[in-house]
């Protein structure tokens, strides 16, 4: 999670995509001991204008590989974020929701509050979000109580109090990270632990929950509900509005550290490819949809897009976009239609992003390293946006659904 920037925040954009065709059969399940947590969609309008740049960064921690204390970086674009209660009394914290980590600290605006349910570890808390020694945050481990909300409630978590969590260029009133990733990311990063449980272990382990699930929805910011929510122990079918198709984690590294999972993605009816099918990782803590650099070329190509250097993304003409095609992505056996207005950065925000307000802009970014290399996409905001996204560490897979905003238009 890297790059400092001042947050200023807007409302997040309306970020648009996908229609599916189902060429696999579903997998369906009920689970019960489900509880949601509504979260809040914000962009940044006054720090890092390039976020392809900020996105790109955030993935070359990831290529440097899963388990370690260097475990992601923080993008310079938009966020999603939750408010959760740490001690009893709860003091409340406004977190970033990152399945791309896993540790949960706070310390990064507002101070840590020691109640009568917190408890010093001794151990010192590290995590690297660059680089740098400038990027990255430390200071003690806590347990503590944790409320997402009523039903929501974890003893005994493991918070890192950081000293200098303005390290992670937060900034504003964000005060630290809510980490949604798998449990070896943790390793490392607690001085006295191999690795420490997460929130989503220890919902699980305290049979808050009855399977160890999170399905996360997010909606594009001109809606109605612009907003998002996650649900903890399943998934929401109300958000839905197909079956949910799984596909299992994948086993080529350094993606199978953190949701990670294999696809292909072609161009257009006739089905020119644009990436062969490779592993990537699924993450909320990306903006764009970002694939490796010989796939971007071809993409570039196909869509006749020029850079534009002062937002980092490609740029296309009206005309142009009115002979965008489609982009299929097959994932598990199931094809994902990402429509053109799904590639579109939302033109009414353009200006958030220091572009151009009648410009196009496509959200497909160069993520900076060709395939083959480990981690060759991200499927960002931009990909859960349109679909309804399930982490099931239970089972060890990823799965996807349709959402009443998955044909939207609203870019």
């Not at 807007?10 to 509880?35: M, Q, V, Y």
């Amino acid at each position: 999670m890297v790059l400092s920037r001042s947050l200023s925040y807007l409302l997040l954009p309306a970020l648009a995509f996908l229609s599916l065709s189902a060429r696999a059969s579903p997998h369906s399940r009920t689970i019960p001991s489900t509880a949601t947590l509504k979260l809040a969609v914000k962009i940044n309008a006054n720090g890092i204008k390039n976020i392809a740049a900020a996105d790109r960064a955030r993935a070359q921690i990831f290529l440097q590989g899963g388990a370690s204390s260097s475990i992601s970086a923080v993008n310079g674009g938009l966020d999603y974020t939750a408010v959760i209660g740490v001690g009893s009394p709860p003091t409340y914290y406004t977190l970033l929701v990152d399945t791309g980590s896993s540790n949960t600290w706070i310390g990064a605006s507002k101070p840590y509050t020691v109640t009568s349910t917190s408890e010093d570890t001794g151990g010192q808390f590290y995590v690297a979000y660059g680089t740098s020694s400038s990027q990255s945050v430390s200071g003690e481990e806590y347990l503590d109580t944790v409320t997402l909300n009523s039903d929501l409630v974890i003893t005994k978590q493991s918070i890192g109090v950081a000293e200098n969590g303005s390290n992670a260029g937060l900034g504003g009133s964000i005060d630290g990270i809510l980490g949604l990733g798998p449990v070896g990311l943790t390793q490392t990063s607690v001085s006295n632990a191999y690795e420490v449980p997460t929130v989503m272990d220890n919902l699980y382990s305290q049979k808050t929950i009855s399977s160890e699930v999170l399905g996360v929805f997010f909606s594009p910011a001109p809606s109605d509900d612009a907003t998002g929510e996650l649900t903890f122990g399943g998934y929401d079918t109300s958000k839905i509005t197909g079956s949910v198709n799984y596909v299992p984690i994948t086993s080529t590294s350094p993606a199978n550290a953190y949701w990670g999972i294999d696809q292909s993605i072609s161009y257009g009816a006739n089905g020119a490819v644009i990436l062969t099918e490779t592993a990537g990782i699924v993450d909320t803590g990306t903006t764009l949809i970002m694939i490796a650099t010989d796939a971007f070329y071809r993409y570039q190509l196909a869509t006749g897009a020029i850079l534009d250097l002062t937002t980092g993304l490609l740029m296309i003409s009206s005309n142009q976009y009115n002979n965008l095609l489609s982009l299929y992505y097959t994932i598990g056996g199931v094809s994902y239609e990402l429509t053109p207005n799904g590639q579109i950065w939302p033109r009414s925000l353009n200006t958030a992003i220091g572009g151009t307000a009648d410009a196009v802009y496509l959200i497909v970014s160069n993520l900076g390293s060709p395939t083959g290399s480990g981690v060759d996409f991200i499927n960002g905001y931009f990909f859960l946006q349109r679909f309804y996204s399930v982490f099931d560490t239970t089972n060890s897979q990823v799965g996807f659904a349709t959402t009443a905003y998955t044909n939207a238009t609203s870019n």
